[in-house]
């Protein structure tokens, strides 16, 4: 048998890196601006659940601090890289749902960001904070879940769901109430950071601001927020 090493280094070594101690697909977007919540977010605990997962920058690594990671995404794709990622690092504490994370289960409109899947989203505008970022297009049905009615008990939850932060609260309520986990969420429509504030007034909260810059958009500031509950 002839074994052509050139596939082989282009397919599994070339298309791959490493980031954070992990070998991961070459094409997988590491924000590293999230990293002002990582102590917090890699504190170790029971569960992690890891909304808007990606190809799993923070899967990967809270599979190392926390017994078990449910990681939820909803675009098949990048759901697949995920799992590519997973098995590449021989991870097995990991769930894996392709759906994406809302206040009710169900099926709902996802429409594709044009400029990457990294803006897919239950809404036409993913990101509100200025008029050029973009609006998706072709809109296919996907199913939904709520954290409520995974029925398990999470210590630290991560959200970065483009757009549906404050659905995806309002799918969590009562297991938020039960478990008071920590919570790190990403705001992408700047109107549900105070929603978010108000419905769950036992929290307190610290903030980060990036700078957001993509090429041929006007720049902006997007908050980022990491809860816990308020000592008495």
């Known amino acids: 048998m002839i074994i052509d090493w050139r596939f082989i280094v282009s397919k599994h070594i070339i298309n791959r890196k490493w980031e954070n101690g992990f070998l991961v697909t070459f094409d997988t977007i590491f924000d590293h601006t999230e990293d002002f919540a990582k102590a917090a977010m890699l504190a170790g605990g029971k569960l992690y659940i890891d909304a808007g997962a990606n190809c799993g920058m923070w899967t990967l690594q809270a599979s190392k601090h926390y ?20 098995r590449s690092n021989g991870i097995r504490n990991v769930k894996v749902i392709e759906a994406a994370v809302s206040d009710k289960n169900g099926q709902r409109a996802f429409w594709t960001w044009p ?15 200025t008029s050029d970022y973009g609006v998706s297009r072709d809109p296919s049905l996907i199913r939904t ?18 757009g549906a932060e ?24 700047p109107e549900n950071e105070q929603k978010i504030i108000d419905t769950l007034p036992d929290y307190e909260w610290s ?7 993509i090429d041929g958009k006007q ?5 980022q927020m990491l809860g816990a509950v308020k000592e008495l």
Not at 219 to 223: E, K
């Open 67 to 86: 017994d078990q990671v449910i990681a939820i995404e909803p675009t098949k794709t990048t759901a697949k890289a995920l799992k590519t990622n997973l």
């Open 115 to 129: 400029d990457g899947p990294m803006g897919n989203s239950l809404y036409y505008e993913p990101v509100t904070y």
């Open 145 to 162: 879940i709520t954290i409520d009615s995974l029925n398990v008990n999470p210590t630290m939850i991560k959200l970065d769901v483009e």
């Open 166 to 189: 404050f659905d995806a609260i309002l799918g969590a309520v009562n297991t938020i109430a039960r478990c008071r986990p920590k919570l790190f969420v990403e705001i992408h429509h």
């Open 207 to 213: 903030k980060h601001h990036r700078l957001m810059q």
């Open 219 to 223: 720049p902006f500031y997007q908050t």
